[in-house]
């Protein structure tokens, strides 16, 4: 980041004001750095994070205004239209779009790391068979680190890189196998000669009783939604992530962290929450009493799916989701689907409110993805787990920069101290009833 002047701060504690550095990157908000407060005695205040940097990033880009997403550089439209999920991932790791053979051969690594140890088996087995599969992915995942002892050597670069492979390549098989654990079913192992949507749906919906042939229309969909959910900044579930990873964590433990995060209703597990908001609507005559539930501040009910911290215009992945669901449900006659007509009118409703209006609330990246993935055949209780599948490639995108920034520290955010002053122990026998 350049840094191109300062801010002067006057404190008003009869010291000379002092110069803060403002710095800009290639695109966006600039930044004041304010690591010298703490000299001067004073800590920011930026609870939630609304103001505040809490790194240099060179991956993803987003401008909430604008309703705009780079990743290094590339708008989502594009790659959501022109590009696939591997590439899109060796995009977010090293940077740059691969040639043919690099595309090729970061393929071919992510396939031959997609088995997972014949032990893993018996981890699921620890789980009752009605565990959420977020439960199971969290628990699966972070268990991983103790097959993969090598993968705590975070400071060296090609661990790191056959760790990032490792987990791109392992998540999807972790993910059909929470849902095979839930249903009863024997575990599908993945084909080296599938790509990676395809893979996925295969070890999902197959059975070793017959062939499994997965519709290339509908591989193709999922392929474009997990580049859709593959990397978004420095969310809740990536800072996570980060934080985790700044100790020097496995990555395995840290991605594990991120997916715990990425669980709320409030991040990833909205998708989940705006189908089952969409089933209790169940009719659209339903939607204005559910719109003024979203209005009012003495219910905690929100309106899944609408609002984002940063975008305050249309979340464009949520116009491809749109568009895909769509694409989706015509090529599978589905346009009837009841679920989809309620979230065609509640948008149109919600964008007409002078409340959403006023607070800037569109539809982000979950309202659609839920209708669009039960299309697939996805049950709900998958729907946070795809976006912890797809999200993974950022994640260990983000967990790799971090670790290769010169300026690297251990996180450690400090605190506005609210509680009681010194104060002497009370013996039990001087303390009241
Ligand atoms: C994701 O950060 C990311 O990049 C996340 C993500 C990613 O790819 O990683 O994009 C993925 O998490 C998308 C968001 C999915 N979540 C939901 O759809 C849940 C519903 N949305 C909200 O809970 C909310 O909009 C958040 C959590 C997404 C954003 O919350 P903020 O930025 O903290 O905003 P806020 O809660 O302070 O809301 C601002 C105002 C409030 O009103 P006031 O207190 O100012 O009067 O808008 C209101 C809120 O009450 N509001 C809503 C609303 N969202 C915000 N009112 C009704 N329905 C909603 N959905």
Redesign the pocket.
Known sequence: MKENRTVTLDLKNGQPPIELPVMSGTLGTPVIDVRALAQHGYFTFDP?F?ATASCASSITY?DGEAGLLYHRGYPIEQLAYESDFMEVSYLLLYGELPTAQQKVDFEQAITHHGMLHDQVVTVFRGFRRDAHPMAVMIGVTGALSSFYPDAHDVFDPRSREISAHRLIAKVPSIAAWAYKYNIGEPFIYPQNRMAYAENFLHMLHATPCEPYEVKPVLARALDRIFIL?A???Q????STVRLAGSSGATPFACVAAGMAS?WG????G??E??LKMLEEIDDVKNIPAVIQR??D?ADR???????????KNF?P?AKVMRETCHEVLDALDLMDDPQFKIAMELERIALQDD??IA?K?YP????YSGIVLRALGIPSSMFTVL?ALA?TAGWVAQWNEMLTDPAHRIGRPRQQYTGPTRRDYVPMTKRGA
């Open positions: 939630g609304t987003i959910h990397d978004h900044e969310n809740a579930s990536t990425l209703p409030l991040h990833g909205a998708n929450a705006v979203a209005k501040k009910f929100r309106l899944m799916g609408f609002g984002h911290r940063i975008y979340d992945r409340y959403f607070k609330l982000n990246v979950d309202f976006f999200r």
